[in-house]
T-cell receptor, first 113, second 114 residues
Framework: EAQVTQNPRYLITVTGKKLTVTCSQN?????MSWYRQDPGLGLRQIYY???????DKGDVPEGYKVSRKEKRNFPLILESPSPNQTSLYFC????????????FGEGSRLTVL | EDKVVQSPLSLVVHEGDTVTLNCSYE??????LLWYKQEKKAPTFLFML????IEKKSGRLSSILDKKELFSILNITATQTGDSAIYLC??????????????FGKGTKLSVKP
C-alpha cells in the first residue's frame, strides 16, 4: 500500500530533550516536506527536499533540522525542543510538484512541556 | 511578504446548497495554486491550477484560477454532509532556484448541515 509513515504519532517531551520524528515513503517520491499545523495559523512549511542530499528552508525552519540521506526517508530533528514547538506535524511527499498531489502522513502530535 | 488568504474562514450551509470558497494570493515567483481537503487528519489533494481561466472539475467540485486578479475559487455544488471539512488553498512558488516552496492559507472550515 502506498503510504507516508510518520513516527511517533504522539509524543510528550520536555524542553531541551532532543527528539527525531521519522518520515518514510514507499512510493519512490523525489519531493518530501515537513509542515506544522497550529490553530489559527494553518499549515506552515518547515523544510522541503527536492531530492537526496538537497534540502531547503520553508517558512518556519527555526529550531528544526532535516536530512535526506536516502530517497525514502526525511527525518525532522528538534535539537532542543521548546514549548512553542508544540504542534501537529505532517510529513508529505510527491513524485514531483508538477501534478501537485502531495501525499500526507497521518500526522505527529508533539507536546513540549 | 508572501501570503495566501482564504475567505470565509468558516461557513455553515445546508445539504443541497452550493458554496464558493475563495483564495487570494500575493507571492513572488508564483507557479501553481493547489487545493486540499482536510477532514479528521491528513489533507487530501483536490486540484492543482497553473493556467488562468481553465476550470478543473471532479464530480461536484470545480475550481478556477485568475492569474491577473491573483485569486482562485473552489465551488461545491449540491453539498452533502460528507463535504464538511477544512479546505486548504496553497501557493507553490519558485524560490531561489528551487521549486518546492509552498505557502498555505489558513483554511475555510465548511460545515454542511442535514
Amino acid at each position: 500500500e502506498a503510504q507516508v509513515t510518520q513516527n511517533p504519532r504522539y509524543l510528550i517531551t520536555v524542553t531541551g530533550k532532543k527528539l527525531t520524528v521519522t518520515c518514510s515513503q514507499n512510493m519512490n517520491h523525489e519531493y518530501m516536506s515537513w509542515y506544522r499545523q497550529d490553530p489559527g495559523l494553518g499549515l506552515r512549511q518547515i523544510y522541503y527536499s527536492m531530492n537526496v542530499e538537497v534540502t531547503d528552508k520553508g517558512d518556519v525552519p527555526e529550531g528544526y533540522k532535516v536530512s535526506r540521506k536516502e530517497k525514502r526517508n526525511f527525518p525532522l530533528i528538534l535539537e532542543s525542543p521548546s514549548p512553542n514547538q508544540t504542534s501537529l506535524y505532517f510529513c508529505a511527499s510527491s513524485w514531483n510538484l508538477s501534478p501537485g498531489e502531495l501525499f500526507f502522513g497521518e500526522g505527529s502530535r508533539l507536546t513540549v512541556l | 511578504e508572501d501570503k495566501v488568504v482564504q475567505s470565509p474562514l468558516s461557513l455553515v450551509v445546508h445539504e443541497g446548497d452550493t458554496v464558493t470558497l475563495n483564495c487570494s494570493y500575493e507571492v513572488t515567483n508564483f507557479r501553481s495554486l493547489l487545493w486540499y481537503k482536510q477532514e479528521k487528519k491528513a489533507p487530501t489533494f483536490l486540484f492543482m491550477l497553473t493556467s488562468s481561466g481553465i476550470e478543473k472539475k471532479s464530480g461536484r467540485l470545480s475550481s478556477i484560477l485568475d492569474k491577473k486578479e491573483l485569486f482562485s475559487i473552489l465551488n461545491i455544488t449540491a453539498t452533502q454532509t460528507g463535504d464538511s471539512a477544512i479546505y486548504l488553498c496553497a501557493s507553490l512558488m519558485n524560490y531561489g532556484g528551487s521549486q518546492g516552496n509552498l505557502i498555505f492559507g489558513k483554511g475555510t472550515k465548511l460545515s454542511v448541515k442535514p
